[in-house]
């Protein structure tokens, strides 16, 4: 028999426990084998970047700086940008996962090589052929940080890194963060912030989250659907496209609905 999990008591980010965030379990759970939802996302996400970044002549228009919005345990979002990017910012909060990121990018895992497989059906990718590892490596630099500062405004009024990157991946941080609606927001106007006009981003979100347990410790998410990720993106992007997973295979722990994939450009507007 199937129980709802509990709703979290409204947690903020500031409030959760990141300092204890477990990435060995994370990783464990979520990362170790490529699970089918995860090789639909990536395929998805290499064929967007291939289409978006490809298109501009060569050496010109093409992203060079990327983001990956609190990377965790997760290197595929990264790979997606490898072949555009001279340089992946790793932006990470929790200790132990900067720590893991930084060992990655040293020596990347063996399970990672499923994931890169899923993106070499794209030529973009399968031109890097054995050297995608070296290529991480070189491209790869790993952040701590807390993303609701990157939109803090300096002494003159400027937003930190505002439109720094060319190209961005958030995967499912903004909802997994806090129980807080304004702070599921506020994430994602940080991570537009950083990004330039034109860059192509994607973002992939739990639905209907009520939490989620690493380890021994239980970390708070803010439930939300579709329209309520649209609402959010839109005010910051064009050419959305959109698509919500959620068959039995999609569901990778208990308490969520689905998985939500958004990929799109950031406007200038927002
Ligand atoms: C559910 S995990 C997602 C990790 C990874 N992106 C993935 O796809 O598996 C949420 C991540 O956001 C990070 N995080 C939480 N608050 C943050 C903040 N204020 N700034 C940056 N990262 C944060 C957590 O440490 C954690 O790694």
Same mark, same amino acid.
């Given at each position: 028999?199937?129980? !709802?999990? #509990?709703?979290? $008591?409204?947690?903020?980010?500031?409030?959760? !426990?990141?300092?204890?965030?477990?990435?060995?379990?994370?990783?464990?759970?979520?990362?170790?084998?490529?699970?089918?939802?995860?090789?639909?996302?990536?395929?998805?996400?290499?064929?967007?970047?291939?289409?978006?970044? $490809?298109? =501009?002549?060569?050496?010109?228009?093409? #992203?060079?700086?990327?983001?990956?919005?609190?990377?965790?345990?997760?290197?595929? !979002?990264?790979?997606?940008?490898? &072949?555009?990017?001279?340089?992946?910012?790793?932006?990470? @909060? %929790? #200790?132990?996962?900067?720590?893991?990121?930084?060992?990655?990018?040293?020596?990347?895992?063996?399970?990672? $090589?499923?994931?890169?497989?899923?993106?070499? $059906?794209?030529?973009?990718?399968? @031109?890097?052929?054995?050297?995608?590892?070296?290529?991480?490596?070189?491209?790869?630099?790993?952040?701590?940080?807390?993303?609701?500062?990157?939109?803090?405004?300096?002494?003159?009024?400027?937003?930190?890194?505002?439109?720094?990157?060319?190209?961005?991946?958030?995967?499912?941080?903004?909802?997994?963060?806090?129980?807080? &609606?304004?702070?599921?927001?506020?994430?994602?106007?940080?991570?537009?912030?950083?990004?330039? #006009?034109?860059?192509?981003?994607?973002?992939?979100?739990?639905?209907?989250?009520?939490?989620?347990?690493?380890?021994?410790?239980?970390?708070?998410?803010?439930?939300?659907?579709?329209?309520?990720?649209?609402? %959010?993106?839109? &005010?910051?992007?064009?050419?959305?496209?959109?698509?919500?997973?959620?068959? %039995? =295979?999609?569901?990778?722990? !208990?308490?969520?609905?689905?998985?939500?994939?958004?990929?799109?450009? @950031?406007?200038?507007?927002?």
């Amino acid at each position: 028999m199937h129980f !709802p999990a #509990p709703v979290d $008591e409204c947690v903020l980010n500031d409030q959760a !426990p990141w300092n204890n965030f477990d990435n060995k379990a994370y990783v464990a759970q979520n990362y170790l084998e490529l699970l089918p939802v995860d090789e639909e996302i990536l395929v998805k996400v290499g064929r967007y970047f291939s289409r978006h970044c $490809e298109s =501009g002549s060569e050496g010109e228009g093409r #992203p060079v700086l990327g983001i990956d919005m609190g990377a965790g345990g997760n290197l595929y !979002p990264a790979l997606a940008m490898l &072949p555009w990017c001279r340089k992946i910012t790793l932006f990470e @909060r %929790a #200790p132990e996962n900067v720590a893991y990121l930084r060992q990655q990018r040293d020596d990347v895992g063996q399970n990672w $090589e499923a994931f890169w497989k899923v993106l070499c $059906e794209t030529k973009a990718y399968s @031109r890097h052929d054995s050297k995608w590892k070296i290529d991480f490596q070189e491209a790869a630099r790993v952040e701590q940080g807390n993303l609701f500062k990157m939109g803090q405004r300096n002494w003159l009024g400027l937003r930190r890194s505002a439109g720094k990157y060319q190209i961005g991946t958030m995967f499912f941080v903004a909802e997994s963060i806090s129980t807080s &609606p304004d702070e599921f927001r506020q994430a994602i106007d940080c991570f537009m912030n950083v990004l330039a #006009p034109g860059a192509p981003f994607a973002a992939a979100f739990m639905e209907g989250s009520h939490g989620y347990d690493v380890g021994t410790e239980h970390f708070p998410a803010c439930d939300v659907d579709k329209d309520e990720v649209e609402a %959010a993106l839109t &005010p910051y992007a064009s050419d959305l496209e959109m698509v919500r997973l959620s068959e %039995a =295979g999609h569901l990778v722990r !208990p308490g969520h609905t689905g998985m939500i994939l958004a990929c799109g450009k @950031r406007s200038s507007g927002g």
